[in-house]
């Protein structure tokens, strides 16, 4: 059994079952393969089924003309699509080909209403699952993290604290800087 590829920026992906050990007929290379995605994919195909290998190639995006992100969902890529080649002065605060890779070459994860990928040192963070305020005080000496959950997130504080759960109503979502290893949480309500 050929080994799975690894993705810099959702190292967790087979632990959290973005990635399943269950068979598919991958969609794009037209393989039968151990591993499947579990993920969604924004194309106007339907009914793709996705393997490992063909997310971490970028011959999945490629081929169905989509992404796995969305390409304004990753903090610091600008709104208008123009400012990425410079035509305005308000420049990309994240390293373009590692918010590209985020979009076309990593597995999304799961969320109730959009996914958002934080960025942190001008690099897209790696996603690393879910978090509940159980989570929080051996997270919280992060001065990174304590700013986005006193305020950041636009929820109170004292809600997050006593309300945040993995796989509730209110969802705390935890990314790691790849270059100071700073915390990041997204949240996400249904």
Not at 3 to 23: C, D, K, M, T
Not at 78 to 97: C, F, K, L, S
Request: proline share 8%; with cysteine.
């Amino acid at each position: 059994m050929e080994s799975p590829p690894q993705f810099r920026f959702s190292p967790n992906a087979y632990e959290l079952g973005i990635i399943v050990a269950e068979p598919v007929r991958c969609s794009c290379c037209e393989r039968d393969r151990e591993w499947r995605y579990n993920g969604g994919m924004y194309t106007e195909k339907s009914d793709v089924e996705l393997c490992p290998w063909c997310i971490a190639d970028g011959s999945a995006a490629e081929r169905f003309d989509g992404s796995f992100i969305d390409w304004l969902d990753i903090e610091g890529v600008p709104d208008d699509p123009d400012e990425i080649e410079g035509a305005t002065p308000e420049p990309m605060t994240v390293d373009a080909d590692a918010a590209r890779e985020v979009a076309t070459r990593t597995p999304s994860y799961p969320s109730w209403q959009q996914e958002r990928w934080l960025s942190h040192c001008g690099l897209p963070c790696a996603f690393l699952g879910f978090a509940g305020a159980d989570d929080l005080p051996a997270l919280l000496p992060d001065p990174v993290l304590t700013a986005d959950i006193e305020g950041g997130n636009g929820y109170p504080a004292d809600l997050l604290r006593s309300h945040l759960t993995r796989d509730g109503d209110l969802v705390g979502y935890l990314f790691r800087c790849l270059t100071c290893d700073a915390h990041r949480l997204h949240i996400d309500a249904s």
